[in-house]
């Protein structure tokens, strides 16, 4: 079994999805990890090649002092792949 480069694995996992959740506008919730910075590359790649609409939330959660520079570096990642981000403060 040949492996899928991950943004075939991607695109595969959402076909998965119902049409009509990937029609309007997808909320992509990242907190500012690793995996949340390539979860975001992925999902920008996947919605430019199909004209889809992508908004990246990011919660502030106030729980750590590192929290709002993380969602400060999530917001300006998501800018850097002309993705609109919101910072959601808890």
């Known amino acids: 079994m040949q ?4 943004d075939q694995a991607f695109s595969a ?6 049409e009509d959740l990937l029609s309007g506008p997808i ?6 990890g ?4 390539a979860l975001m590359h992925l999902a920008s790649g996947w919605a430019r090649l199909r004209g889809a609409m992508l908004l990246v939330l990011t919660v502030d959660h ?7 520079q993380e969602a400060a570096f ?3 990642a998501a800018r850097g792949l ?9």
């Not at 996992?13 to 119902?18: D, E, K, W």
């Not at 909320?27 to 500012?32: D, F, I, Y």
């Not at 690793?34 to 910075?37: E, F, H, I, R, V």
């Not at 002309?82 to 808890?90: G, M, P």
Request: glycine share 8%; aromatic share 2%; net charge negative.
């Open 34 to 37: 690793s995996d949340s910075l």
């Open 82 to 90: 002309n993705l609109e981000h919101q910072t959601l403060r808890w």
């Open 62 to 68: 106030g729980l750590r002092a590192e929290a709002a």
């Open 74 to 76: 999530m917001a300006a």
């Open 3 to 6: 492996e899928l480069a991950p």
């Open 13 to 18: 996992a959402l076909r998965a999805a119902p």
């Open 27 to 32: 909320g992509l919730a990242v907190s500012g």
